[in-house]
């Protein structure tokens, strides 16, 4: 589990700042439901890995053996 400024500098900001907020909007990330401000690290990276075409939405690694 990740505070809110962890979340941020674990994806590479240097605070938690409106660009941070916009960039988890944009990727899928939440904070925790029953912890306020607090981030799940795995959710951060499955929701990066969505984001770059790793893993497709319905939770199936895309692999591409050709």
Do not use: W
Not at 38 to 56: C, E, F, K, Q, W
Request: hydrophobic share 40%; charged share 30%; proline share 2%.
């Amino acid at each position: 589990m990740l505070t809110r400024e962890e979340a941020a500098l674990y994806l590479g900001y240097q605070t938690a700042s409106a660009a941070f907020d916009s960039y988890c909007a944009r990727i899928g990330v939440v904070p925790l439901e029953k912890r306020k401000g607090a981030y799940d690290r795995l959710a951060i990276d499955r929701a990066l890995d969505r984001a770059s075409g790793l893993v497709a939405d319905d939770g199936f690694e895309t692999v591409d053996y050709g």
